[in-house]
């Protein structure tokens, strides 16, 4: 949900306006789009790999938390927010898209 506009950096945020803006219009992703195709990304391959789903998935949830930890994160928030970004139960739906074989 955006925030209450407060007035105290306005030139800020008119700057963040147009350049949001330039990348529509550009069709260039923002970060939290390339984030969000990363992590899709990352289930496909999990989900893809075949016996070894759950220990690549281990692996990849532990290296996130880590991570996520060594940034000052709450380990037990960033095990549950890894669990439902990695362990998604959709990636065989994304697949083809994944992969480019769209039809």
Known sequence: ??????GTAEAQRQ?????R???????????DAVDGAVA????????????????LSGYI????VNL?????YDRKE?????RRRVGRLE???LIPAATGRNG
């Open 78 to 82: 960033a095990i549950d927010r890894v």
């Open 68 to 72: 996520l930890e060594s940034r000052g």
């Open 61 to 64: 949830g532990r290296a996130a």
């Open 21 to 31: 803006k330039h990348l529509r219009e550009r069709q260039c992703p923002e970060t």
């Open 91 to 93: 990636a065989q739906d």
């Open 40 to 55: 899709d990304a990352v289930a496909v391959l999990v989900r893809m790999s075949g016996q070894r789903a759950d220990q």
């Open 15 to 19: 700057r963040m306006i147009r350049y």
């Open 1 to 6: 949900m955006p925030r209450e506009v407060s």
